[in-house]
């Protein structure tokens, strides 16, 4: 148990679906993270989170948009995706010591797919 | 930019000793890291590097050459539960300590 948990864990959806995951952190972390996770990708760090302020948006397509309404949850709402965006997002929290050991705690991911 | 190459799979047998490996190009270098995802779950932070040398947590450890651009997790008395996969990571420095940069992954087998 790393103290990120994440809903739903699987989440099958139309192209013309809208729909949110879920992320909550239980560690009193003030960084919060979307990752992608694609088959024999690297991850792929979407948005960063400080204090819930976006810091980071690593050239998402807007059919992605997170909301962060405290340091404790994030979500990431989805709609109009397409099938390439099937994949694992995992969130991520770390205390932003702003350190170079900030280490980041991952959640189990939502297994996503598109059809 | 940054990018790190691992190797795709590693399969060893139980008890033995495996080292992964991975060469980093980073515009600023601030330390390596390794994480361990098993299949279905989350990456887990194992260790973190920003000096030279070997790092030693338990069975596992781990060793940075800055000079080389190098560094590997050593994982020894390998165990079944040890089969999982292992993402080498630096932080890219172009935008701030927050963004970790992940290589591709080894996947480690581990057979009786």
Same mark, same amino acid.
């Given at each position: 148990?790393?103290?990120?948990? @994440? ?5 099958? *959806?139309? *192209? ?8 909550? @952190? ?5 960084? *919060?993270?979307?990752?992608k996770q694609s088959a024999k990708k690297p991850l792929e760090l979407m948005f960063v989170y400080n204090f819930k302020e976006q810091t980071e948006n690593n050239s998402v397509p807007s059919r992605f948009s997170p909301e962060c309404p405290n340091s404790s949850h994030l979500f ?18 770390? @205390? ?20 | 930019? !940054?990018?790190?190459? !691992? $190797? ?9 000793? #495996?080292?992964? %490996? ?9 330390? =390596? ?9 989350? $990456?887990?932070?194992?260790?973190? %590097?920003?000096?030279?040398? =070997?790092? +030693? ?19 020894? +008395? ?11 990571? #630096?932080?890219?420095? %172009?935008?701030?300590?927050?963004? =970790? #940069? ?9 057979? $009786?």
């Amino acid at each position: 148990e790393t103290g990120v948990t @994440q809903t739903p864990r699987h989440l099958v *959806m139309g *192209m013309t679906n809208k729909k949110s995951l879920k992320c909550e @952190q239980h560690l009193g972390h003030n960084a *919060m993270y979307w990752y992608k996770q694609s088959a024999k990708k690297p991850l792929e760090l979407m948005f960063v989170y400080n204090f819930k302020e976006q810091t980071e948006n690593n050239s998402v397509p807007s059919r992605f948009s997170p909301e962060c309404p405290n340091s404790s949850h994030l979500f990431l709402h989805l709609h109009t995706l397409q099938p390439e965006d099937s994949a694992l997002y995992l969130c991520a929290s770390s @205390q932003d010591k702003r350190e170079y050991t900030d280490t980041q705690y991952f959640g189990p991911g939502t297994r996503l797919t598109v059809l | 930019g !940054q990018s790190l190459e !691992q $190797p795709s799979e590693v399969t060893a047998v139980e008890g033995a000793i #495996v080292q992964i %490996n991975c060469t980093y190009q980073t515009s600023g270098f601030y330390g =390596l890291s390794w994480y361990q995802q098993h299949d279905g779950g989350a $990456p887990t932070f194992l260790s973190y %590097n920003a000096l030279d040398g =070997l790092e +030693e947590t338990g069975r596992f450890s781990s060793f940075l050459s800055r000079s080389d651009s190098y560094g590997y997790l050593l994982l020894q +008395e390998l165990q079944m539960k040890d089969s999982a996969s292992y993402f080498c990571a #630096v932080r890219d420095m %172009n935008t701030g300590f927050q963004k =970790l #940069v992940f290589g591709t992954g080894t996947r480690l087998l581990v057979s $009786p």
